[in-house]
């Protein structure tokens, strides 16, 4: 897992919560002795002890969390990848342009990083079909960011997000739908 990822995850749970929650996670995860930084990849294991650990102390499951996750990121991967962005994009047509824009730079900067793969289907104008790829078996992840992308892009109110197979398996479709005005 990218370690820019694990720090905005320790953000999120500083933010959403306390410091001393995440500083909790870490001695449940077996994780207090790293200093996570964001240009380091690290074990996918990381990741799992983490968010398997918060949802055993709030209750929440483990999807959900990634589902929260998800959509609490999205601002910044805006920020991150805003030059990659063209001005005329909305939700759908981000989802549409991520794997051949965001995720081929990710994979170009460190060989080490995979994100997952999106292989997105345009059923129309208003409408597609996300196949998510991942050993990693975070569709949650998934379905968070393309909510978060709809607040990002202000049409949450329009916007449809519909896992149709289990969000912790290692293929994923979600199905995506922008109603009209």
């Known amino acids: 897992m990218h370690g820019s990822i694990i720090t ?12 001393s929650t995440w500083v909790k996670l870490m001695e449940l995860s077996g994780l207090d002795t790293v200093v996570f930084d964001h240009k380091t990849v690290y074990p996918d294991e990381h990741m799992y002890a ?16 990634h589902e929260k996750f998800g959509e609490y990121l999205v601002p910044d991967l805006m920020y991150m990848y805003q030059k990659m962005v063209k001005p005329e994009w909305k939700t759908l047509d981000m989802i549409e342009h991520t794997e051949q824009t965001m995720h081929k730079q990710v994979r170009l900067e460190h060989t080490q990083n995979m994100p997952p793969v999106l292989n997105v289907t345009r059923l129309g104008a208003n409408e597609l079909v996300i196949d998510y790829v991942s050993p990693r078996r975070m569709g949650g992840l998934a379905v968070g960011i393309v909510r978060g992308l709809a607040t990002y892009f ?28």
Do not use: F, N
Not at 8 to 19: M, P
């Open 50 to 65: 983490l968010v398997g650990h918060a949802a055993e102390m709030t209750g929440i499951p483990a999807g959900e969390l």
């Open 8 to 19: 905005l995850l320790k953000r999120y749970v500083q933010t959403q919560y306390d410091h």
């Open 154 to 181: 202000d049409e949450s109110d329009l916007i449809d997000v519909q896992p149709t197979t289990s969000e912790d398996g290692e293929r994923v479709r979600i199905h995506v739908r922008r109603s009209s005005l």
